[in-house]
DNA sequence: TATTGTTATACTCTATAACTATA
DNA sequence: TATAGTTATAGAGTATAACAATA
């Protein structure tokens, strides 16, 4: 093997820390968590005829209140073209509505129907099962601080609605 | 966190928490996490003609010692398929080697070249500046923790090599 | 018979450009 | 002139199947 002992020590910034193993850098955790949780998802939401994507969308109209597909496009950093084919797929499914916006004309409306904010509480009971799952390796007394550490990154990296 | 007492219980009627904001799901901070952490590493990975997979390639040959391409499969959860097109890629740039494994002639063993070595060393600089950023709306003194967590969360859902 | 690496191929996801209708 | 939405299309990225060489 290697056995380069050359580490870092832990500081960061004084060049580069090559011995430092993968597993350890950020980067990496992050796509590893990304990867986990969204195969854990995969399944229950297939059996609802959702994706992650459709997902995000549907919560997104539901929060949102009546929202355009603009709105969804920043919302998400999901190109416009992209949430057309989504929301074309969400519509043919029935669980989304276009209505024309009165003030502007230009713009759609997307409202859940029905059947749509019923297949939204069955996805939504699904990522709670999925979270759940996520979060049980951690102490119950330390996920309420995992959850708020994770929240200060995001909050403090992007004024949510950019571009 | 959030009263969450009524939740995977099973029941019907208490169902899923649909008032809950999407910013608050584990998902979809994760989802987050990524585009932010990714999204941070774009320019500078690719002012070495990189992108985060063929970090992660370079990254996982420089710490398996000479790995081969199906070592690089089983560690990145990458397609064998794909991983010959990374392979392709990183030797046409010089920065990896294959050479025929002595031991077990059907496996190529993969070297970095000196050059792609000094690449990684520089892709590892920029990853550090990534991180630093990524980490820096933390209190100091919460970043060990934090790692600690993600770390515990990622350790005791994949036994690593999942072969 | 199984495994490593490869090619060919198809399918999904996403982005770019050009268009329409409205503002 | 600018914006919301659409279409056509091309480019990634990835997966499946079939194959050669080797075990």
């Known amino acids: 093997m290697d056995g380069s002992a050359a580490r870092g020590g832990g500081t960061t910034g ?7 193993h993968l597993a350890e850098r950020t980067a990496f955790q ?15 939401l ?9 997902y ?15 709105d969804l496009s ?10 057309v084919a989504i929301v074309d797929e969400l519509e043919r499914a029935g669980s989304v509505r276009r209505e024309r916006s009165t003030v502007d004309r230009r713009r759609y409306e997307l409202h ?6 019923r297949t939204l509480r069955a996805a939504h009971r699904v990522m ?13 007394a330390d996920v309420p ?19």
């Open 14 to 20: 004084a060049g580069a820390d090559t011995g430092r």
């Open 46 to 54: 297939a059996a609802l005829a959702l994706n992650g994507r459709t």
């Open 145 to 163: 601080h995992y959850r708020a550490l994770t929240q200060q990154v995001l909050d403090r990296h992007r004024p949510v609605g950019r571009r």
């Open 128 to 140: 709670d099962e999925v979270e759940a799952e996520f979060l049980r390796p951690l102490a119950p």
């Open 74 to 83: 920043r919302m998400f950093g999901i190109d416009p073209t992209t949430i």
């Open 112 to 117: 859940l129907t029905r059947e749509g904010a």
């Open 56 to 70: 995000f969308v549907l919560a997104g109209i539901e929060q949102g209140g009546p929202v355009s597909q603009q």
């Open 30 to 44: 992050v796509y590893r968590l990304g990867e986990l949780v969204f195969r854990a998802a995969e399944t229950g």
